[in-house]
C-alpha cells in the first residue's frame, strides 16, 4: 500500500490514536467520535485539526456535527464489539433503526491500516460509549463468553 510507505511516524501515531476509540459494529470498524472537543477525546489527542489531517491525508472522512455519520436499516438488535468484549444493542424499534456513529468513517486504506496498526482500547472509552448509546435511548448489554449473540 502507497499510503502505508508514505505515512510518517507522528500521522502513524495519530492514526493508532484514533483506532484505540475503534468498536466494531455490524463487522464495520468505527471509530466513535461523537464529539472531539470532548474531554475523552482532547485528553488523549484527539482534535478537530488531527481529524482534519487525517482527512487530509485520505485515512478517514471527517464531517462535523450535526450531520455526522450513523448506520441504518439495523434490525432490533445489534452486535457490537470492543477489543474483544462483546455488545448487543437493543433499539426500540423492531427493524429499519439507525445507530450515530459520530463525525468520522475509515476510507478505504484507513480500514486496511485500522486492521494492522495494533491500537490499544481508550481506557474508560467502552464505558463512554454505552452511557452515550443509553442516553440515546437505547438497551445495551454484554454478552458473556457462551451465550449466543444476535446481529
Known amino acids: 500500500m502507497n499510503l502505508l510507505s508514505s505515512l510518517d511516524k507522528a500521522d502513524a501515531e495519530l492514526f493508532k490514536k484514533l483506532c484505540s476509540f475503534a468498536w466494531q459494529v455490524g463487522g464495520m470498524v468505527l471509530p466513535l467520535i461523537y464529539d472531539h472537543r470532548d474531554k475523552t477525546y482532547v485528553?488523549?489527542?484527539?482534535f478537530f485539526e488531527?481529524?482534519?489531517?487525517?482527512?487530509?491525508?485520505?485515512?478517514i472522512s471527517f464531517q462535523l456535527p450535526p450531520s455526522g455519520y450513523q448506520r441504518e436499516r439495523l434490525p432490533q438488535t445489534q452486535g457490537a464489539s470492543?477489543?474483544?468484549?462483546?455488545?448487543?444493542?437493543?433499539?426500540?424499534?423492531?427493524e429499519d433503526n439507525a445507530l450515530p456513529i459520530g463525525s468520522v468513517l475509515l476510507s478505504q486504506a484507513g480500514r486496511e491500516l485500522?486492521?494492522?496498526?495494533?491500537?490499544a482500547p481508550c481506557p474508560g472509552f467502552q464505558e463512554y460509549v454505552i452511557a452515550k448509546w443509553r442516553s440515546m435511548g437505547l438497551?445495551?448489554?454484554?454478552?458473556?463468553?457462551?451465550?449466543?449473540?444476535?446481529?
Open 139 to 151: 438497551a445495551v448489554k454484554e454478552i458473556e463468553y457462551g451465550e449466543v449473540e444476535t446481529s
Open 50 to 59: 488531527s481529524m482534519k489531517h487525517l482527512d487530509e491525508i485520505g485515512l
Open 114 to 119: 485500522a486492521s494492522i496498526c495494533e491500537s
Open 82 to 94: 470492543f477489543y474483544g468484549k462483546t455488545f448487543e444493542i437493543e433499539f426500540p424499534k423492531p
Open 43 to 46: 485528553d488523549n489527542g484527539i
